[in-house]
């Protein structure tokens, strides 16, 4: 069996960009205080690394409603991050340009996943809504 037929999303560009978040976010919660390694740090780089998890796993599903469900998984992931992200800045563990440049790169991978679901979403079957006649 060839490489890229069970890796599909490696060759995704917003997995690529996903798993290079996950290396920025744990730099940066590196610095958080100790008392939070079982709490926000932990939170935030679990809520990071599901992003990418999420991309992968969808995208070795075999259908496109699933591959759907779980790209949407991974935006509601991101949507966590994101909060992370703000409590982070204002307990003062992110400095203003730290929180800014991590934002730039959440909202630049959730353009990216949002076309993805819509191109997947597109490519679902839809079953009319009209009654079938059975006789």
Do not use: C
Request: hydrophobic share 40%; no cysteine.
């Amino acid at each position: 069996m060839e490489l890229k037929s069970i890796r599909p999303h490696k060759r995704l560009i917003v997995w690529q960009k996903s798993m290079d978040f996950i290396e920025k976010v744990y730099l940066h919660t590196d610095s958080f205080p100790r008392h939070e390694i079982y709490g926000l740090t932990l939170q935030l780089r679990r809520a990071s690394v599901s992003v990418s998890a999420n991309i992968s796993e969808g995208s070795a599903r075999g259908s496109a409603k699933e591959y759907a469900r779980f790209l949407n998984i991974s935006r509601a992931s991101l949507s966590e991050v994101d909060t992370l992200l703000d409590i982070s800045l204002r307990l003062n563990y992110l400095n203003q340009t730290t929180h800014l440049e991590l934002t730039d790169d959440l909202n630049h991978i959730a353009a990216m996943l949002n076309g993805l679901i819509k191109k997947v979403k597109l490519s679902i079957p839809k079953f009319s809504s009209k009654p079938h006649n059975i006789h």
